[in-house]
T-cell receptor
Framework: DTAVSQTPKYLVTQMGNDKSIKCEQNLGHDTMYWYKQDSKKFLKIMFSYNNKELIINETVPNRFSPKSPDKAHLNLHINSLELGDSAVYFC?????????????FGPGTRLTVT | GQNIDQPTEMTATEGAIVQINCTYQTSGFNGLFWYQQHAGEAPTFLSYNVLDGLEEKGRFSSFLSRSKGYSYLLLKELQMKDSASYLCAFNNAGNMLTFGGGTRLMVKP
């Protein structure tokens, strides 16, 4: 029944590793997003993606890459993890076609890089 | 440039009314959103304004003035469970939300 789900919920890894976070939505939405929320609780958009267009926030390092196998999934792959990547990562989705601009958020993945 | 500001913290008493203000600057605008986020949880959608005026949803109301770049969230009949962070965000017409830093509301008995 979960609308937007993410796995894993917690991820602890070492600097330099490569990791992926998975996101799935069962709302039939056409657009998905990734956000980063740092220790100061600022929520910042990283990517917006639908089947036509990927929009990248210019401040996001190219070590981060979204991968979408289909409309219901948007995974986040991170290469060469750094200490500063530690944060909570939220996936979200919305239906641009239906004009519903509000976004539904997943439960978040807490990433800790040691 | 783009900017969005809201107070960092507010305290209110159970049963009272509280207003959380938000000011923003953006070149493109396609709506102002309010989200609620409890500690350790995901943000949940509360309200959306795209035209000037007041939108009411039960105990929660949100107001928008586009000419002033100003919005507020009004919470009535405060309950202890309303203790949370309230995030203001605008859609810049690129379907990307820009969030403020959030206002942490503490409701006291």
């Amino acid at each position: 029944d979960t609308a937007v789900s993410q796995t894993p919920k917690y991820l602890v890894t070492q600097m330099g590793n490569d990791k992926s976070i998975k996101c799935e939505q069962n709302l039939g939405h056409d657009t998905m997003y990734w956000y980063k929320q740092d220790s100061k609780k600022f929520l910042k958009i990283m990517f917006s993606y639908n089947n036509k267009e990927l929009i990248i926030n210019e401040t996001v390092p190219n070590r981060f890459s979204p991968k979408s196998p289909d409309k219901a999934h948007l995974n986040l792959h991170i290469n060469s993890l750094e200490l500063g990547d530690s944060a909570v990562y939220f996936c979200a989705s919305s239906s641009i076609v239906e004009g519903s601009l509000w976004q539904y958020f997943g439960p978040g993945t807490r990433l800790t890089v040691t | 440039g783009q900017n969005i500001d809201q107070p960092t913290e507010m305290t209110a008493t159970e049963g009272a009314i509280v207003q959380i203000n938000c000011t923003y600057q953006t070149s493109g605008f396609n709506g102002l959103f309010w989200y609620q986020q409890h500690a350790g949880e995901a943000p949940t959608f509360l309200s959306y304004n795209v035209l000037d005026g007041l939108e009411e949803k039960g105990r929660f109301s949100s107001f928008l003035s586009r000419s002033k770049g100003y919005s507020y969230l009004l919470l009535k009949e405060l309950q202890m469970k309303d203790s949370a962070s309230y995030l203001c965000a605008f859609n810049n017409a690129g379907n990307m939300l820009t969030f403020g830093g959030g206002t942490r509301l503490m409701v006291k008995p």
